[in-house]
């Protein structure tokens, strides 16, 4: 028997989605697991019940990601229940699509705020922590479109492109004490936030992916799995497109 302590990850954005499919994947590996949601409350406690077993424990927390102070409280709660935190995927993520000419303020920030100021949010807070045990897994979802672009869609591009370079020089500050950062891009995922895509523009999106499908929200979650394992402990600061082929 090892005498290592059961090892913790912490998922923004667990309650639904390529989230929640990485909780039901980390806890089934074996991890604990804390993770944030915004407002699906109910979703996220019966998740967090159905998972947690006498092997490992799932917890769910509500904390808006997009806030700095409320991130801070959520890393100080994950390490009070669970004494540490080996590895934080930043998952947490919105849309508001619209074409530049009728994109408001407001969809701006809020976007850039909820998908990559929570980034800078959440890793900073885990910093410490990740310093004192001497490594940690940082995983941040961007997409494909923070590479490729995509018409209706440049705050959501411009966020997801700013984890990439967030994720590359993290990866350089803290490489030196063994934590690792890399990002992952998913292409087409099936989720509630392609599922609000209009049907002719989903085909047309099919013609396009090499591999003839959207991914499933479990492809992303086995990729986050490798990332926070023992089998990749020589990558990081790099940026793994998951995305059947569409973007190669
Ligand atoms: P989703 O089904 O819409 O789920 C989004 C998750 O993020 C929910 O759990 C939601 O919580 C949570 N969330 C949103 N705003 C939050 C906030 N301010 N604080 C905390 N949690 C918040 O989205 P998804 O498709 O699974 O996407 C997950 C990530 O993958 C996102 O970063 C997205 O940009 C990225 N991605 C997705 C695709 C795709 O095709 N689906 C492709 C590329 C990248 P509530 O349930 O409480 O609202």
Redesign the pocket.
Same mark, same amino acid.
């Given at each position: 028997m090892s005498d290592s302590p059961t090892p913790t990850i912490l998922v923004? &954005? %667990?309650? @639904? &989605?390529? &989230?929640a499919a990485i909780v039901r994947r980390m806890a089934q590996s074996g991890w604990n697991v804390a993770f +944030?949601? @915004? +407002? =699906?409350a109910d979703s996220a406690e019966a998740l967090a019940a159905e998972l947690s077993s006498d092997g490992v424990s799932v917890k769910a927390y509500a =904390?808006?990601? #997009?806030d700095f102070e409320q991130a801070g409280q959520l890393v100080d709660a994950v390490l009070k229940d669970f004494g540490r935190i080996d590895a934080l995927v930043n /998952? #947490? &993520? $919105?849309t508001r699509d619209n074409l530049l000419l009728r994109m408001g303020e407001a969809d701006w920030d809020l976007v850039i705020q *909820? /998908?990559l100021k +929570?980034v800078f949010n959440l890793t900073k807070a885990v910093t410490r922590p990740m310093l004192k045990q001497r490594g940690g897994s940082i995983i941040n979802?961007t =997409?494909i479109v923070g590479m490729i672009g995509q018409a209706g869609q440049a705050n959501y591009a411009a966020s997801k492109a700013g984890i990439i370079g967030f994720t590359k020089s993290v990866a350089k500050e803290l490489g030196s004490r063994s934590i690792r950062c890399n990002a992952i891009a998913? %292409?087409? $995922?099936e989720?509630?936030? *392609?599922d609000a895509l209009p049907e002719d523009t989903k085909a047309e999106y099919f013609k396009q992916i090499p591999l003839g499908r959207f991914g499933k929200?479990e492809e992303i979650a086995d990729v986050v799995h490798f990332l926070a394992s023992g089998h990749s402990t020589y990558l990081s600061g790099q940026v793994l497109s998951v995305c059947g082929a569409l973007n190669c």
């Open positions: 923004t &954005g %667990g309650s @639904r &989605g390529i &989230g +944030s949601y @915004r +407002s =699906s =904390s808006d990601a #997009a /998952n #947490a &993520g $919105i *909820t /998908n +929570s979802m =997409s998913p %292409g087409f $995922i989720t509630d936030m *392609t929200p």
